[in-house]
């Protein structure tokens, strides 16, 4: 086979997955020469070998083995990294699949742009395109930056990654959750050129699995256990207060609310989640000061609901609930009106993410 110019690492932990139909995606509808890593994470080889059917014995698809009995995606696809020698590296979710021509419309961008990443459109799985990064003017596909471009709303690396620029970085392994954030924000916070085939052929996000299971709230600290590796990085400690408002505003918009709603729906469990929560609060507002100034009235109201010790769960998650209704008032103005039009402020995210969604249409 050719030397591929992208390696693909699809990470799949049960023989429930769909690991043919990911796979098959990458392979069947690829031009440019690309090698598709599967880890078998926790589950003998023997078994996604089997469900790969046909596809196990194409030359551009490895089946590699990681045995570390942690339930995170975080080392087998840290292990499809260190494995991959293209000069691009790519991700997949074992449910997920790429539309026909995706890593050959983000290669084309890459070589117009020399981007050092390519944020691939993601389709949802009701079929809308994901909104989210809200870039500026919601059609902005390169030269993108960080704060400008809200980049820090995109969680997960999907698309391509410059191996030569950032092939040493590593998800964060012995997490239960968040263990890409790290990760895509130091790609999108110190890559010098970023695009967006905001165009292209969609990475495709399925909901169909037939293992998922649900599990009671974890500690609070488990899920913001990514916090103390982002203080850690050296260009976070350098980075401006702007660029440090505009990750943690997304961090409470997106991971916060969550973490309430599933931690106080009963008056206990209020109790007993309130301090650390409102604790939380004050480290995002002391790792960017000001920020929570930029937050709608929609959500001050929850923070305010939280604070008050006769508050009930009823009223609190009637508030966490009113912040979705996207085009009232309380959820587009935040408390000062002077700040409406800040890049941050939720009148210009929600806008730009409206703009994205109606283009891709």
């Not at 009671?216 to 916090?227: N, S």
Request: net charge neutral; hydrophobic share 45%; with cysteine.
């Amino acid at each position: 086979m050719l030397e591929p110019r992208v390696d693909v690492t699809i990470a799949v932990h049960s023989a429930e997955r769909p690991i043919a139909r990911a796979a098959a995606s990458v392979l069947e509808h690829t031009a440019a020469p690309v090698r598709v890593n599967v880890v078998a994470h926790n589950i003998d080889p023997e078994i996604i070998r089997a469900n790969l059917g046909a596809l196990a014995d194409d030359p551009r698809l490895r089946l590699l083995e990681l045995r570390d009995g942690i339930p995170s995606p975080a080392g087998p696809m840290n292990h499809g990294f260190a494995s991959s020698t293209a000069p691009f590296i790519s991700v997949m979710g074992s449910d997920d699949e790429l539309a026909p021509g995706a890593i050959d419309s983000w290669l084309a961008l890459q070589e117009e742009t020399g981007a050092e990443a390519v944020l691939a459109r993601i389709q949802l799985a009701d079929g809308r395109t994901d909104p989210y990064p809200p870039v500026r003017g919601g059609r902005r596909t390169r030269g993108l930056d960080g704060r400008r471009d809200r980049l820090a709303y995109r969680s997960a690396p999907l698309g391509l990654i410059d191996r030569a620029r950032f092939g040493e970085l590593r998800l964060t392994e012995g997490l239960p959750s968040g263990e890409d954030l790290a990760y895509s924000l130091t790609v999108w916070f110190t890559g010098e050129r970023i695009a967006y085939d905001l165009a292209g052929p969609a990475y495709v996000i399925n909901d169909d699995a037939g293992d998922r299971v649900t599990s009671a709230p974890r500690p609070l600290a488990q899920d913001f256990a990514f916090l103390d590796e982002i203080e850690a990085f050296p260009w976070f400690a350098a980075a401006s207060a702007a660029e440090r408002t505009a990750i943690v505003v997304k961090l409470i918009r997106i991971h916060v609310f969550d973490a309430i709603l599933t931690r106080c729906g009963t008056g206990q469990d209020l109790a007993a989640n309130r301090e650390e929560l409102l604790a939380l609060l004050d480290r995002f507002e002391r790792l960017a000061p000001g920020s929570r100034a930029l937050l709608s009235r929609a959500d001050r109201a929850v923070f305010d609901a939280l604070r008050d010790p006769a508050g009930s769960p009823e009223e609190l998650l009637r508030r966490v609930s009113a912040r979705h209704a996207y085009l009232s008032l309380p959820t587009l103005l935040p408390r000062n009106v002077l700040r409406v039009f800040h890049a941050q402020a939720p009148f210009r995210t929600l806008f730009a993410g409206y703009r994205i969604m109606r283009s891709a249409r």
